[in-house]
């Protein structure tokens, strides 16, 4: 049977305050909703790089294909040149001559085709660029929307850590000088009920269960010595009498 005098008992309350605020500061450190929005911008600028791989491959491949229509529309502007001058020198035959002239239009037509097959080749270039200038500015955004949050969540980490560290200190205060049996016990049986370990007794109602303690327990404790430690027998939490207790 543990024994504790009753301001020791007191202050096992203060000693139970102090843990449950250092449980609330540490659960609200874990689930700030900061946590989840770094993680969510996170995620986005994953993302964004993958497009932006993305659609700098698409710019390439489509710049390879540009080299190629340019060369294609160039081989044939050479080959008009060639002809042209030919025809200016005004050497051959005249169905030479003809057949030049025949082959020029039937260039000219080509070229005209081949140079709509670059001016496409060239808008879908544009287009495939200006993604990529879009997913650059986005990634620019949602860089400086990450910082930000996660600055704030770093400051408010930083806050909470601090209170904790002052509540910790006011703890080991509050225990000071408690038994080593006592706190023992308490651990214990916070560690079995939730986090509480220590209730008060309070209008005969056990603040830990909140139940309301029935006659014979009332005068079980009513007799028992002002160190005992008392237990609630419904939650088995260690029942702190006080003077509002309702003996
Ligand atoms: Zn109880």
Known sequence: MVTAAPQDQWRLLDVQAHDTRLTQLAHRRRTLPEHAEVDRLTGQLTTLGDQFVAARTVVSDIERELVKAEADVEQVRQRVIRDRGRLDAGHGAAKELQAIQHELDSLAQRQSVLEDAELEVMERLEAAQS???????????VSAELAEATGRRDRLVAELDDEAGREQQARVNAA???SAELLALYEKVREQSGGIGAARLYQRRCEGCRLEL???????IRAAADDAVIRCEECR???VRTPDSGL
């Open 214 to 220: 029935n006659t014979t327990d009332i005068n079980r």
């Open 176 to 178: 000071a000088g408690l």
């Open 237 to 239: 939490r260690i029942l």
């Open 131 to 141: 993604r990529v200038a879009e997913l650059e500015a986005d990634e620019e955004r």
